[in-house]
């Protein structure tokens, strides 16, 4: 329980926790607020009181964050539909409807011409065209839940069935439905137990699916034929080691499913043909330390995508079927140039790459199906506008010459493209309509580069409303970081971003090592024993845009979710100084007592990122920057930290300890706030509108703490 005074925050009690390893004694007072069944009635009582004090203190700017709710709403065409994909005689989309929170799973059937696929189709539209069949209303079904998801929505090939994975608590365990694509009919009974959201066709009477084990490790994949009890139903492989976790992907062929296992540094592959799944599993490539491959196939041939420590940017190789060990080079590794991802079609290939920070899509066309494949040449790129951007790979049609990406910027709402592979067109599909006279020529955008203490230069996005703001240090901005797996923190639009932007706000986002945004090698320099560069690269950033007059510290706030949560809670304990106020979502905030502790999902799979601190080593470098293990007796900003109680991927609890002890050190009267929401998990509510608000309350927090409650949209 928490003590609370009428006007005071929660106060949680002191228990003391001794934990030691090689010597060294940790003492957490706040261990109690653990509980794995989230039942415990002072933990949930001590939850509700923080959320109560939060709303109390946010009482008085609740007419500023409708206001803002408001804009945001105001700016989404809420009856909308997504660009159709065409799959056989049908195009598949989803649309959303006015004052909806979820999208409706659609189709339209239109008989095949004929005619190859072309940049230029269009699904039929007005009276004359073909019905619209709603396959699944998401709406109807989360009437019956506060949570609703859908993480996987697979049609059959033969467009007759669909398979779905709904999760109800935002605890990403799912629940697999197979209905009648035209009656919406349930086919046999549901699929249940632990299981994720990978889920593929076999053909038209099989599915393949993913479990987890006890600390919520995708440990087995299934194969389950349908009208057969899921009881019978036969297990392709188990993964035993647990730093490996399992992947499912369907070759774009659709002729082969591809069973990954894969750690942090090592990933093989397992290949099933999908007309005879019987047959089970047959290793494509091995398992050696070290080596990550990822495949595809094409006519006779596996494509594989192949990283090591010598080819640590990727390399593109092709084999046989009937052969898998002649291996041929079809595009080398490149130092400064990373193979991200590559999308194969009958006649063509599409290689998503980095280089300097920035995405760029490549086309090669491809010999004849049964001709000899040898390294490429000539490729044709792709052109795009804006100086910083976010671009990738979406489903395209494998028989065609059409490839389709998405592309957006700071400034450019999400835009749909079919790129037609033979002649370099690009045609526009769709793109995110964006309400409320937003002109994208009123924002600028930059690419800036913060030099730190060891020489290396990190590439920052940025982006202001050109006539709001003046760039002499008086500008309010809001950093963002991530930093960890090597994920990319690409500079996309964010319409409910405006709100700020056009209060005057300059945003930016530090590409900071630890990601993926520089290659293979920036997220090597910012993990393990070089973790703490994630956080000093942030604070360079930080330093830079001072500097160059972006802003001042007093003006200066910073936000970030998950592992960039820990970047978040390591920097304000490291340089409280330099931040005027912090936002830190659902962050992995106790580093050492969760990675020390294999029981808890995403540990054992973790050591490779973090480090295994039952090595004397890594205890001790963990402990040095891990938040809830520095919290001083000192001067912080303004903080508001978020947490799901239903959170499998941090638990509620991290975040909880850091903010209690925090209120028993610091030594300001700034804002520190806390808010759980008691039925979510890791990414928070589902509703659409329902995001909005969140997104809503983190700016009026923002707002709030640099005392710009009277700003309004200019």
Not at 36 to 44: E, F, H, K, Q, V
Not at 389 to 397: A, F, G, N, R
Not at 637 to 663: H, Q, W
Request: hydrophobic share 35%; proline share 5%; aromatic share 10%.
């Amino acid at each position: 329980m928490a003590n609370t005074t009428s006007k005071g925050p929660p106060v949680a009690k002191k228990v003391r926790h001794e934990m030691e390893l090689f010597g060294d004694i940790r003492v957490d007072n706040y261990y109690w607020l653990r509980d794995d069944s989230r039942s415990n009635t002072d933990i949930l009582s001590y939850l509700n009181e923080e959320n109560a004090y939060t709303h109390s203190v946010m009482s008085g700017t609740k007419q500023l964050e409708d206001r803002i709710y408001t804009e945001m709403r105001g700016r989404i065409k809420e009856d909308d539909i997504s660009a159709p994909i065409r799959r056989g005689s049908y195009y598949y989309y989803s649309r959303n409807l006015e004052g909806k929170e979820y999208v409706q799973h659609c189709r339209c059937y239109v008989p095949a011409s004929g005619a190859p696929a072309s940049v230029y189709d269009t699904m039929p539209t007005g009276p004359d065209a073909p019905s619209e069949h709603v396959i699944l209303d998401e709406n109807v079904k989360a009437l019956e839940h506060t949570y609703y998801s859908i993480g996987a929505f697979k049609v059959s090939p033969n467009n007759k069935l669909v398979a779905y994975a709904e999760d109800t608590k935002g605890d990403e365990i799912y629940t697999v439905y197979v209905i009648d694509a035209e009656s919406g009919m349930l086919v046999g009974k549901p699929l249940v137990g632990a299981i994720t959201s990978h889920l593929e066709w076999a053909g038209d009477e099989a599915l393949v699916y993913v479990t987890m084990d006890e600390i919520l490790r995708p440990d087995k994949v299934w194969l389950h034929k349908l009208g057969t009890n899921q009881l019978d139903d036969s297990c392709l492989y188990h993964e035993n080691d647990e730093t490996f976790s399992l992947d499912l992907q369907a070759s774009e062929s659709k002729k082969y499913l591809f069973i990954a296992s894969e750690s942090k540094i090592t990933r093989f592959v397992f290949y099933l043909d999908t007309s005879k799944p019987e047959n089970g599993l047959l290793v494509l490539t091995s398992r050696i330390t070290g080596i990550d491959t990822s495949t595809s196939h094409r006519g006779n041939h596996f494509f594989i995508k192949r990283r090591s420590d010598e080819c640590f940017n990727s390399e593109l190789l092709v084999c046989p079927v009937e052969n898998i060990s002649a291996t041929t080079i079809l595009l080398p590794h490149r130092p400064s140039v990373k193979l991200q991802d590559i999308q194969l079609f009958t006649d063509h290939l599409a290689v998503c790459e980095r280089e300097n920070g920035l995405p760029r899509i490549t086309v090669y066309r491809l010999p004849a199906v049964g001709e000899p494949l040898e390294r490429l040449q000539g490729g044709r790129a792709v052109d795009f506008v804006d100086p910083v951007y976010s671009v990738d790979l979406l489903e395209s049609e494998f028989e065609s010459g059409v490839l389709r990406f998405s592309y957006s910027s700071m400034r450019t709402p999400p835009s749909v493209y079919d790129y037609d592979m033979d002649t370099g067109v690009s045609v526009l599909k769709k793109i995110e309509t964006v309400l409320g006279g937003f002109d994208a020529s009123n924002y600028v955008t930059e690419r800036q580069w913060a030099t730190v203490s060891d020489g290396t230069k990190i590439p920052i996005s940025i982006i202001y409303q050109k006539n709001l703001v003046k760039l002499d240090s008086s500008d309010p901005l809001l950093l963002y970081g991530y930093g960890s797996y090597e994920v990319c923190i690409d500079p996309t639009f964010k319409a409910s971003r405006l709100s700020l932007l056009d209060r005057g706000f300059i945003y930016a986002i530090a590409h900071i090592r630890g990601g993926g945004e520089m290659g293979r090698q920036w997220y090597e320099n910012g993990k393990l024993l070089k973790k703490k560069n994630t956080f000093t690269d942030f604070i360079a950033c930080a330093e830079y845009l001072i500097d160059n007059k972006y802003c001042c510290k007093e003006k200066l706030c910073i936000n970030g979710r998950s592992a960039g949560g820990l970047l978040i809670g390591a920097v304000v304990n490291m340089r409280p100084d330099l931040f005027k106020a912090a936002v830190a979502g659902v962050p992995f905030v106790d580093v050492v007592t969760t990675m020390l502790d294999p029981t808890i999902p995403l540990t054992t799979s973790e050591w490779e990122e973090w480090g295994d601190p039952r090595k004397e080593e890594f205890y001790y470098y963990m402990k040095s920057y891990s938040p809830v293990d520095n919290v001083k007796t000192q001067n912080y900003p303004d903080i508001l930290v978020t947490a799901g109680l239903n959170d499998p991927r941090v638990m509620y609890s991290e975040p909880a300890k850091f903010v209690a002890k925090l209120r028993d050190m610091k030594t300001d009267d700034n804002l520190l706030l806390f808010k759980c929401e008691m039925g979510a998990g890791h990414f928070s509510k589902s509703g659409r509108f329902e995001k909005l608000q969140e997104d809503a309350f983190t700016y009026t927090f923002v707002l709030k703490a640099l005392n710009m409650l009277g700003s309004g949209q200019q």
